[in-house]
């Protein structure tokens, strides 16, 4: 009853923000990736990033001033991944912090001998379980195939869904944990070799620092360059086929598809 009811308020306020169509092109021109997506299926997709920012509160961090483009860019990249999933995926929490570019965050960590060492990380996003999405802001969107910070701190979240952050998110009722493991840890165990290896790999080594980032790196691949994930890790891609319902790969590279 309560999703029910949560939809019905998140369509009736989306209802009442109008954004011209000249607005989406332009935003979405800078996301070339969408173009992966059925033709039928933009729509639904617009109709989603707006009931999305209806629920959640975005911020600029360190004076940056966040426009409507922005605030339509983020929301297309985040539901992106829950487009087939659903908003409710996303429920729990409401910020997002935008910072002008790479960020700071103090870290300390306890080594084996029990001294603390305290370091600053600069990173481009980081989601906190319960809390916000904290993400950086570059106008170069298309900057690095492959890259996006969105869709990984968003697949982040979608890991956290059922408790701990370990690559493995709440799968549909149709689809094995076997099978996912059975694609998943296979493909991480190559991927860090190659990467211990020193080999310059096509797909982001940061995957390689530990499981979730190895699901929120595949993930951006999924979106952003399907056809090579697809190549890499044929297996993993079909699981990320079935968990997101989304085949980009079968339009990459067609007419129209921004390649």
Not at 25 to 51: C, G, I, K, S, W
Not at 142 to 157: L, M, P, Q, R, Y
Not at 218 to 239: C, I, K, N, W
């Amino acid at each position: 009853m309560f999703s029910a009811f949560r939809k019905w308020r998140r369509r009736r306020a989306a209802s009442r923000m109008q954004v011209p169509p000249k607005q989406w092109n332009r935003v979405e021109a800078r996301l070339p990736f969408l173009a992966y997506l059925p033709p039928d299926e933009r729509p639904r997709l617009r109709q989603m990033a707006l009931e999305f920012l209806t629920e959640k509160e975005v911020h600029g961090a360190e004076g940056l001033v966040v426009t409507d483009d922005m605030l339509l860019s983020i929301a297309l990249q985040a539901c992106l991944p829950v487009l087939h999933i659903g908003l409710d995926a996303y429920v729990g929490w409401v910020g997002i912090v935008v910072y002008p570019g790479d960020f700071v965050i103090p870290r300390s960590i306890v080594d084996e001998d029990g001294v603390v060492h305290e370091y600053d990380d600069e990173v481009l996003g980081e989601a906190w379980e319960g809390g916000p999405v904290i993400l950086s802001w570059s106008e170069d969107t298309g900057a690095i195939d492959g890259i996006n910070v969105v869709i990984h701190e968003f697949a982040h979240k979608l890991d956290m869904g059922n408790g701990e952050v370990d690559g493995f998110p709440a799968l549909p009722p149709d689809m094995s944990p076997e099978a996912w493991a059975a694609a998943f840890q296979p493909a991480y165990d190559d991927f860090c070799q190659r990467v211990d290896d020193g080999e310059d790999t096509a797909l982001d080594p940061y995957g390689a620092d530990h499981p979730s980032e190895f699901f929120a790196v595949m993930s951006e691949a999924f979106f952003e360059t399907p056809g090579l994930l697809r190549h890499e890790y044929p297996d993993v891609y079909a699981q990320l086929s079935r968990y997101y319902r989304q085949e980009p790969a079968t339009r990459e590279g067609q007419p129209g598809s921004g390649e």
